[in-house]
């Protein structure tokens, strides 16, 4: 097996407050084999000097919709697939330049594309897909509109089509067990209204407890869990306490129910950057005017949940949730947390906390021994300064997913 040995580098661990200068890495085939603050002796590998920069683990994004290929999720859902499918390339491409080697997909991305990528045929991030994500008739995964000709369903066979419709007990046990059989490696389901679609309220709450445990439960059967998009404490609370392990957004969290998530192990993912962009540009990319009514309502209470998620002691991960044209503003997550969040903090959530919420710690979002050699080199410390992050990877030298370069500048 190929083995390459990265020298000299300022090693960054999830998780402390500064890197440790001095280290060398040794990559064996897609894995690390070794990390020592010695130098490594391994005569038949390639030796990379990387000049003290810092060695990070690649970054995890855990809610992101790579399928989302234009905003507006009508005219998504619409798409031929085969635009879909070539339209999803330089997004993919794109998210890995900047420094994602994982996401978990939470609507849309299936386990072929996954696959695709897994197999080299196109250049992306390691993909977690959830499939097509579940929502009640007339939830925040229904995306026909009050003046629509109602039709039973919407384009529920096309890739842009991002969600599943689905009422009752029977039905939405029914649907898990499709989504599972074809390849999502967690479910994802709406559990209150949201902002891209248009005739719900954000207080809205979706899908009956019963559902939501019939849910939960055919989920645990495969040994996996749910994720669950909610804003308000009502909508948080009735979802943890049927079982759902992650909140998607969580914006209108208040210190209870905070408290309460805590208490059961939920974890949050914050997915901030998407309203700063839709507040900004979504009108330019055709979303609906009743949509951006609506960015107002929780972009505000997104950094005050932050506050709320760590006062509480919940564990946050790191999530953008871009649609279409915005994917491009992922990275500026980084800088929007870093008014309430140390950049440790930041950089754990995306690295380190996203490896747990996937199940994968030890395999994803560490450099040690036995783990994915998935590893960016960032000229300057981003722990001093965490916009080395933001952008289109420009203060990435080299990107590394799983043992292979994607991108290396390094001499
Ligand atoms: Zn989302």
Redesign the pocket.
């Known amino acids: 097996m190929e083995q390459i040995v990265l020298r000299n580098c300022a090693l960054l661990v999830p998780g402390e407050d500064d890197t440790r200068g001095g280290y060398d890495v040794l990559i064996e085939g897609d894995r690390i084999r070794q990390v020592s603050d010695r130098p490594i002796v391994a005569s038949n590998a390639r030796s990379v000097d990387v000049g003290g920069k810092t060695v990070m683990p690649g970054l995890i994004d855990c809610?992101v919709?790579v399928m989302s290929v234009v905003a507006n999720p009508t005219e998504n859902a619409g798409l031929p697939n085969q635009t879909t499918a070539y339209a999803v390339i330089p997004v993919l491409r794109s998210m890995l330049s900047r420094g994602y080697t994982t996401v978990r997909d939470?609507?849309g991305a299936d386990f072929f594309l996954a696959q695709a990528i897994e197999s080299g045929y196109i250049d992306g991030p390691r993909i977690f897909p959830s499939g097509k994500?579940l929502s009640q008739t007339g939830g925040h995964g229904d995306f026909r509109r009050r003046t629509d000709h109602l039709e039973p369903s919407c384009c529920s066979d096309r890739l842009g089509m991002l969600t599943r419709v689905e009422d009752g007990v029977d039905s939405v046990r029914k649907a898990t067990r499709e989504e599972l059989l074809k390849g999502a490696t967690q479910i994802?389901i709406t559990a209150s209204g949201?902002v891209a679609s248009s005739a719900d309220r954000i207080d809205n709450t979706g899908f009956s407890l019963d559902e939501i445990r019939a849910i939960v439960e055919e989920a645990a059967a495969t040994n996996t869990y749910v994720l669950a998009?909610a804003y308000t404490p009502r909508a948080i609370r009735r979802a943890i306490d049927c079982g759902v392990r992650t909140i998607?957004?969580g914006n209108l969290v208040d210190e209870e129910t905070a408290k309460r998530m805590h208490e059961l192990g939920v974890y949050a993912v914050p997915?901030l950057v998407?309203y700063d962009a839709l507040a900004k540009h979504g009108e330019h990319f055709g979303l609906y005017p009743e949509s951006i009514a609506k960015v107002a309502d929780v972009r505000e209470a997104g950094l005050r949940s932050l506050e709320i998620f760590r006062n509480a002691d919940v564990k946050i991960g790191f999530?953008t949730?871009l649609l279409g044209e915005m994917h491009k503003y992922q990275s500026d997550e980084f800088q929007i947390r870093a008014s309430v969040l140390k950049p440790s903090e930041i950089i754990a959530s995306a690295t380190a906390t996203n490896a747990e919420i996937l199940r994968m710690q030890g395999q994803l979002g560490c450099i040690e021994p036995g783990a994915f050699a998935d590893l960016l080199v960032v000229d300057g410390n981003p722990l001093r300064d965490i916009s080395l992050l933001a952008g289109q990877g420009e203060h990435l030298t080299a990107i590394m997913k799983s043992g292979c370069f994607f991108k290396n500048e390094l001499a």
């Open positions: 809610h919709h939470a609507a994500a994802k949201g998009h998607e957004h997915t998407t999530g949730d």
